[in-house]
């Protein structure tokens, strides 16, 4: 057996810099760094898993960072250690990116029972959301009992938080069509809650908003689904519906077969990286410029695509001549 990680035994006792250190090794991208991540992860999986991970989603400017902070300050409040993680493929360190920034959550991020980290920066949006998992697992291990993952709420985040979380919360608006709010279809059909915020501005709005959410979320929910989505108000300023928003998350938890749940998206999380590490392993062996010939064959019409992809797979580790 490898010797212990030196990290290994503070984070485990709930040392936030030792969750910090070990956190800035996973999102390392040199390849020793990758490794020593790899051993250390190992050794944190079997004390991982003991939380309840909650994926938030919703347009900039919806109130994401205002209501994580009072949910978070709520929980925080009764003793649960929160973790709060953002997925931002835009983001970068430095520069003053809106999911890296601290002060937005300024209570938050100075209580004993939290801790916030910014999304990795730099990379694709497959790096950033394979750092975040296994961040995950990092605060886990580190006795962090609630994690809040944040995404932008533009692209194609969304669907990556809600297959590394047990349940995603969509957050909207009162007195904008969903068009105007940017919500596509898919992401209502991957939320397992909807939330309007900023009900304190015009509550009879906030109302009517979640009446035409229920009956959204209704069409389009399965009759044989064993959650149906549940739309709730909320005001992330006053503090109104976090406690049911609480409440309605921990039903959730405690309807869903969250373990079967999370079987299944580990095995979706296998079957991607090995797709992904099958693909490098290729383009690795594989001369690029025959590649980029037969793609401009198939693309003026000379070659049919998958007589194409044949003559690649019948030569796959071809060379430059
Ligand atoms: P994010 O971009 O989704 O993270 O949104 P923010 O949390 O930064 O909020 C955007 C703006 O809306 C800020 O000025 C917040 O103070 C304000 N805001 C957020 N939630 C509420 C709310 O429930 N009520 C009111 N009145 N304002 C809110």
Redesign the pocket.
């Known amino acids: 057996m490898s010797p212990a990680h030196p990290l290994a035994a503070p984070l485990l006792a709930g040392n936030r810099r030792a969750l910090a250190k070990a956190i800035t090794l996973v999102e390392s991208h040199r390849p020793e760094h990758e490794r020593e991540a790899q051993a250390l992860l190992t050794e944190l999986l079997p004390h991982a898993g003991h939380s309840l991970r909650v994926g938030l989603t919703?347009v900039?400017?919806?109130?994401?960072?205002?209501?994580i902070e009072a949910l978070g300050m709520f929980l925080a409040e009764a003793g649960h250690k929160v973790a709060v993680l953002a997925v931002d493929p835009s983001s970068k360190r430095t520069g003053g990116s809106?999911m890296g920034d601290k002060t937005?959550m300024p209570q938050l991020t100075v209580h004993p029972n939290a801790f916030i980290r910014p999304s990795p920066s730099g990379g694709t949006l497959g790096g950033v959301a394979r750092r975040t998992r296994e961040t995950i697992t990092l605060c886990e291990a580190a006795g962090y009992d609630v994690l809040l993952v944040e995404t932008v709420g533009v692209g194609q985040s969304e669907t990556q938080v809600a297959g590394m979380t047990d349940l995603f919360v969509l957050?909207t608006l009162h007195g904008a069509g969903d068009e105007l709010q940017g919500i596509k279809r898919g992401i209502m059909e991957m939320s397992d809650l909807c939330v309007v915020?900023?009900?304190?501005?015009d509550p009879r709005a906030a109302i009517r908003a979640q009446t035409e959410l229920r009956s959204a979320l209704t069409l389009l929910t399965p009759h044989d689904a064993p959650w149906r989505p549940a739309a709730l108000r909320?005001?992330?300023?006053?503090g109104e519906g976090i406690p049911e928003l609480w409440a309605k998350i921990q039903e959730y938890a405690a309807t869903v077969d969250l373990a079967a749940k999370r079987r299944a998206q580990t095995a979706v999380w296998f079957d991607d990286l090995l797709r992904e590490a099958v693909w490098r392993a290729f383009l690795a062996g594989h001369d690029p410029a025959r590649l980029r010939e037969l793609r401009a064959q198939v693309e003026r019409g000379e070659k049919a695509a998958v007589a194409a992809v044949g003559e690649v797979m019948a030569h796959p580790t071809a060379q430059p001549t």
Do not use: E, Y
């Open positions: 919703g900039p400017g919806v109130g994401k960072s205002t209501l809106i937005r957050l915020n900023k009900a304190d501005t909320a005001s992330a300023v006053t």
